[in-house]
């Protein structure tokens, strides 16, 4: 007598053959002794980590990248007579495939394209994997571990990078500044009221800042009659 879970099948072999009745479970059944023999098989999802892998990429850069790969079994009696151990077998595949896929690659893309990159390795384990009963869930590419020189050389691009942009702005904002300046001092030269009352204004500014400066304003037409000569 033999119980086995809800996530569990047990594979029966009578004399090494399997039982034409298939998997059985969940619950109770029964099995002859000495004659059959019974192997459970997990259902549930299983996961395991792709330890880091030294990759030389595409454009000649050596990385390291690591990988999660989650998985579960479709067919318990595929799992069972078509390989010795699934789960041995799937974590060698997959250090294989990751190596492979990212030896396609660029460093760029490999940092920008991690989903592509994922879904890409979980096609192709799928593919190699069905005919051992296993069905690959997900794949996720973890982390992406760069040599400490290329770590600092691209922090100094991205820096210049960022100082060229820093420069770009500044410049287009002293230019809309300069044509704003322009325009207002046409403005004000238009009218003599409208330049004595921006004299006024900036007396005030100025006297608010340092009230303890005096100032002597001079009449504009007096200057203005310095400004013709």
Excluded at 149 to 173: N, T
Excluded at 207 to 216: G, V
């Amino acid at each position: 007598m033999k119980v086995v879970q809800e996530y569990e099948r047990a594979v029966i072999f009578r004399l090494g053959r399997l039982t034409s009745s298939g998997p059985r479970g969940p619950g109770l059944f029964f099995i002859v002794p000495f004659i059959d023999s019974c192997t459970k098989v997990d259902l549930r999802t299983v996961s395991f980590d792709v330890p880091p892998q030294e990759v030389l990429t595409k454009d000649s850069v050596t990385v390291a990248v690591d990988a999660v790969v989650y998985y579960r079994i479709v067919d318990p009696i595929i799992s069972i007579t078509n390989v010795i151990n699934v789960n041995r077998a799937s974590q060698l595949l997959s250090q294989t495939t990751l190596r492979n896929i990212l030896g396609t690659r660029t460093l760029s893309e490999i940092l920008s394209e991690r989903e592509t990159i994922s879904c890409s390795m979980q096609e192709n384990l799928d593919n190699a994997t069905d005919q051992w009963g296993v069905k690959i869930e997900r794949v996720e590419v973890k982390d992406v571990r760069l040599p400490f020189e290329l770590q600092r050389a691209m922090a100094a691009e991205a820096e210049a990078s960022r100082d060229a942009r820093a420069k770009v702005l500044a410049a287009e904002g002293e230019h809309k500044a300069s044509r704003a300046l322009k325009e207002a001092a046409d403005v004000i030269s238009e009218s003599q009221l409208a330049l004595q009352l921006r004299y006024l204004q900036t007396l005030t500014a100025i006297s608010a800042e340092k009230n303890s400066t005096i100032i002597f304003p001079l009449p504009i037409d007096f200057v203005q009659s310095f400004m013709r000569r």
